[in-house]
């Protein structure tokens, strides 16, 4: 079984702050998917990185795929009260018709006030 | 990206009965999973929808409790069965192509 751990669990930081969630495991995972959920939503998709060492980057929002494809982070800069939400790293095993997502625990953030 | 729409979005139900939850796809996708998750927690895999053929459950979900269709590519439904206050969660549909899966706004469940 394939484990996805993710840091923080939970996260509070005032407006402005710079942040970077990890997810680690011992697997290689052929891509990796970052996801942000607001209550009463389903997860929604923010980026997929697929070849170690990837950088991609969305706004804000800087996402890596390690090297050995085993860790990813995420890291937001001066973060704002829309970043607020829960943020899923995600791995996945293979494609075609194997394709399977391991999720992380998740990462809850929050801005204080 | 696909658009994934779930009805209902929120049930209260009582104890013993059952609930199908019905998961709608804009476009066609190669796989449709179906997940459960407690508020601010991960997601739990509960089975793979399979088009035409009994869908694929993980560890501790069996097809009884949480019978599965996908008559289509585009359509699943998932039933939690003789539900108990246990079963009260969030249930999820996503639909996958390529590398990307993509999920649904999902359904809560509140059993009395």
């Known amino acids: 079984t394939q484990l996805l751990e993710q840091s923080p669990q939970f996260l509070s930081i005032q407006e402005g702050e710079n942040l970077t969630v990890y997810c680690n495991s011992s697997?290689?995972?052929?891509?990796l998917q970052w996801y942000r959920q607001e209550p009463g939503e389903g997860p929604v998709l923010l980026v997929t990185?697929?070849?170690?060492?990837e950088v991609k980057k969305l706004k804000r929002l800087t996402f890596q795929f390690g090297d050995a494809r085993k860790d990813s982070s995420l890291h937001i800069t001066a973060a704002q009260p829309g970043d607020t939400g829960l943020y899923l790293c995600a791995g996945a095993n293979s494609g075609g018709s194997n394709y399977k997502l391991t999720f992380g625990k998740g990462t809850l953030l929050t801005m204080n006030p | 990206s696909a658009v994934i729409s779930q009805k209902p979005s929120r049930d209260i139900c009582q104890r013993g009965t059952s609930l199908t939850i019905q998961c709608q796809v804009d476009?066609?996708?190669?796989?449709m999973f179906w997940y459960r998750q407690q508020p601010g927690q991960s997601l739990t895999l509960i089975a793979t929808?399979?088009?035409?053929?009994?869908?694929?459950?993980e560890s501790g979900f069996v097809i009884d409790k949480f019978p599965i269709s996908r008559p289509n590519l585009t359509f699943s439904t998932l039933t939690v069965s003789n539900m108990s206050p246990e079963d009260s969660s969030i249930y999820l549909c996503?639909?996958?192509?390529?590398?990307?899966?993509?999920f649904g706004p999902g359904t809560r469940l509140t059993v009395l």
């Open positions: 476009s066609q996708v190669t796989m």
């Open positions: 996503s639909g996958a192509g390529g590398n990307e899966q993509f």
């Open positions: 990185v697929v070849t170690g060492g």
């Open positions: 929808a399979n088009q035409g053929s009994e869908a694929t459950y």
């Open positions: 697997s290689v995972f052929s891509s």
